[in-house]
């Protein structure tokens, strides 16, 4: 009997769960989504190629891996419709690697026009969604109204998807000044259904747990971030599913008795994309040196991602809520020509000082408390072993595992595949 791993983000998303579970990907049989949707943009680079995934789990590059999408996360089967399509040039056999759970919820056009009015009408106050009707969709996921993919094969589909349709429409009038215009949204959608129905759906449950029976490698692949977290994360500036290590739980029904090592991943600083609070954000020319070095625009959206040093009050919060067992620090190479590494050891927070992340931080205002380290100041872009790394690099990890008390078991210095570190001892 095995257990199924996980890998997921401790900040804000984007900090490389793509990259790494495609380097992961040969230890294992199984690669599984089990939460978010298209608002993911996990990015795999290797052969001088980069491929950007949004639903389809990062393991599908990898022979003889399969890669399941499970009942957690929500399908737009336009936005998979062209994921499949930029595949195909790659000749990968997708019906018998790509596995599609009959209980993932389908994002409809109506959700994502929902997104967009939301969003309007929130003005300053707007989440800075992705507008891929997240949020509507898992909405009608908990009210019980929701579309998945297993009915897509029932005699009354049409019917029901027309009944929501309807109800969304008597929502979206309710925004006013919104204009919207379903119908010229809907061959689109009813393509991707189509193109959904040719693929292979199972029940992904009794999939997962049968493998895991089997002594099958099984991985689960976070979306998103700790911080992101419906419940956990700095609300309402979040993503509307669990983000976390309990989220493989429900996202691919898998029992808490089975989740085996979970993998944290962090950026050697960190960044936001969208609005929410960020209290180690750089508003200066250190933050747009990051950004530039660090190629920080949005993967799925092409927004500049906000940036700032690395904060240990959230990170370890991350760690507790999701019982990581290990942990991979990323792009440690963007830190490579600064003199001096800033990392947020507490916060103050009305003169007090803590080293915890309080029930509000959106509201308040909060002094990061910061502890100056030395760069390395090299090039780490080539270097094939962490033996090798600057001194002042094997410090600042160091550092990072004392204060977070898990091991940092892999330092990435690069977007390649081929530019990852190993640190286990
Ligand atoms: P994900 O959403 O967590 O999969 O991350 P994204 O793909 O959205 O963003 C991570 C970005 O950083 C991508 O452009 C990756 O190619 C790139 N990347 C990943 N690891 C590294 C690294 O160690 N160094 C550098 N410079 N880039 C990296
Ligand atoms: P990956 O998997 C970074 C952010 C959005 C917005 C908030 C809610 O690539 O790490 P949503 O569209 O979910 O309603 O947006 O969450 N967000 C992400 N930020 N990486 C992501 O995914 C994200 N998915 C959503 O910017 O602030
Ligand atoms: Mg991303």
Request: aromatic share 8%; hydrophobic share 35%.
């Given at each position: 009997?095995?257990?199924?791993?996980?890998?997921?983000?401790?900040?804000?998303?984007?900090?490389?769960?793509?990259?790494?579970?495609?380097?992961?990907?040969?230890?294992?049989?199984?690669?599984?989504?089990?939460?978010?949707?298209?608002?993911?943009?996990?990015?795999?680079?290797?052969?001088?190629?980069?491929?950007?995934?949004?639903?389809?789990?990062?393991?599908?590059?990898?022979?003889?891996?399969?890669?399941?999408?499970?009942?957690?996360?929500?399908?737009?089967?336009?936005?998979?419709?062209k994921e499949i399509e930029n595949l195909a040039q790659f000749n990968l056999p997708i019906k018998e690697t790509l596995l599609i759970s009959n209980k993932a919820h389908l994002i409809l056009p109506?959700?994502?026009?929902?997104?967009?009015?939301?969003?309007?009408?929130?003005?300053?106050?707007?989440?800075?969604?992705?507008?891929?009707?997240?949020?509507?969709?898992?909405?009608?996921?908990?009210?019980?109204?929701?579309?998945?993919?297993?009915?897509?094969?029932?005699?009354?589909?049409?019917?029901?998807?027309?009944?929501l349709v309807e109800k969304h429409k008597g929502m979206l009038d309710h925004y006013e000044g919104f204009e919207y215009?379903?119908?010229?949204?809907?061959?689109?959608?009813?393509?991707?259904?189509?193109?959904?129905?040719?693929?292979t759906t199972i029940d992904s449950e009794h999939y997962i747990n049968k493998a895991m029976k089997e002594g099958k490698t099984i991985l689960a692949e976070g979306a998103q971030g700790t911080l992101l977290d419906i419940d956990f994360g700095s609300y309402p500036f979040v993503t509307s599913s669990n983000t976390i290590t309990a989220g493989t739980c429900t996202g691919l029904g898998v029992a808490p008795t089975k989740i085996g090592d979970v993998i944290g991943i962090f950026k050697a600083y960190c960044t936001r994309v969208g609005s929410g609070p960020f209290p180690?954000?750089?508003h200066d020319?250190?933050?747009?040196?990051?950004?530039?070095a660090g190629g920080e625009f949005g993967a799925t959206t092409g927004r500049p991602r906000r940036c700032g040093w690395i904060d240990l009050p959230a990170l370890k919060y991350g760690i507790m809520i999701n019982g990581a067992s290990e942990l991979s620090m990323m792009k440690g190479d963007v830190l490579d020509h600064f003199e001096e590494i800033k990392v947020c050891t507490h916060y103050i927070i009305d003169g007090k000082k803590i080293d915890y992340l309080p029930f509000d931080i959106t509201d308040i205002e909060i002094e990061p408390v910061y502890e100056t380290i030395k760069g390395w100041n090299t090039d780490t872009t080539k270097l094939t072993s962490f033996d090798d790394a600057p001194k002042a690099l094997k410090d600042y990890v160091s550092y990072l595992e004392k204060h977070l008390e898990v091991p940092i078991t892999t330092v990435s210095v690069g977007p390649d595949r081929s530019q990852t570190l190993n640190n286990k001892k």
């Open positions: 009997m095995s257990k199924v791993d996980v890998l997921l983000g401790l900040q804000w998303g984007d900090e490389g769960k793509g990259k790494i579970v495609d380097v992961l990907t040969p230890k294992y049989d199984i690669i599984a989504r089990f939460q978010g949707g298209p608002n993911a943009g996990h990015t795999l680079e290797f052969d001088g190629i980069k491929h950007v995934l949004h639903t389809i789990p990062s393991g599908i590059f990898r022979k003889g891996t399969l890669n399941i999408v499970g009942n957690g996360v929500v399908i737009d089967p336009v936005i998979f419709q109506t959700h994502r026009l929902l997104d967009a009015a939301s969003e309007q009408a929130k003005g300053n106050s707007k989440i800075g969604s992705t507008l891929k009707g997240i949020g509507p969709t898992y909405m009608d996921k908990t009210g019980r109204n929701g579309l998945r993919v297993g009915d897509i094969f029932t005699a009354n589909f049409q019917e029901k998807y027309e009944s215009n379903v119908e010229e949204l809907e061959a689109a959608f009813f393509e991707g259904i189509e193109l959904l129905k040719s693929l180690t954000e750089l020319e250190v933050g747009e040196n990051i950004r530039k």
